[in-house]
């Protein structure tokens, strides 16, 4: 059974990306998570030696990290914990190993602009899927889909404000 955890800290090492013969995607880099304290003593703020561990991310979560990751980043990251011990050359240690499930940007620290990933689809797929949407209308049923005009331009929203009320209106927008 392994043990659920979430982490907060900072990427320490270069995101390593990788792809076994199989063809399992797969993500590695150290996470530095430091822990700040009140000293009661000095009335200051100080570091504590932070916690290292090894985390491992698979598939399309290794992917999106590829393209999203770098050194030094601030990330939540969220998976299953496993303490190991190890020895090589003689020498002996204890690893702590994160499988990420999940792994996001710490917002306290930065901003981001979201951008969702196409699906793995096959060829085939993607483009009957591509024929049907160019030629379907927007429906309520999906949130995240752009409103289409009758000509099945995007709209978006004009952030003019006519001068009756400041209504904004849906416009055609070339995307």
Known sequence: MNDLLTI??????DPQHTITPSGVSILNFRLASNHRRFDNKTGQWVESDPNW?????????????KLSLARGDSVIVSGKLRVRDWESNGRR??????EADTIGPDLRFGTVRYARSRSERSADDQNENDEASDSAAHTDD????????????????????????GERELAEVPF
Do not use: C, H, K, M
């Not at 907060?8 to 090492?13: E, K």
């Not at 985390?55 to 990290?65: C, T, Y």
């Not at 709209?155 to 009756?164: E, H, R, S």
């Open 93 to 98: 240690g204890t690893s702590v190993d994160l």
């Open 142 to 165: 999906d949130a995240w889909a752009v409103p289409r005009s009758d000509d099945n331009v995007p709209l978006a929203l004009d952030t003019t404000q006519d001068a009756a009320g």
């Open 53 to 65: 561990y090894s985390v491992s991310a698979f598939r399309r979560l290794a992917d999106n990290g």
């Open 8 to 13: 907060v800290g900072n990427i320490a090492s």
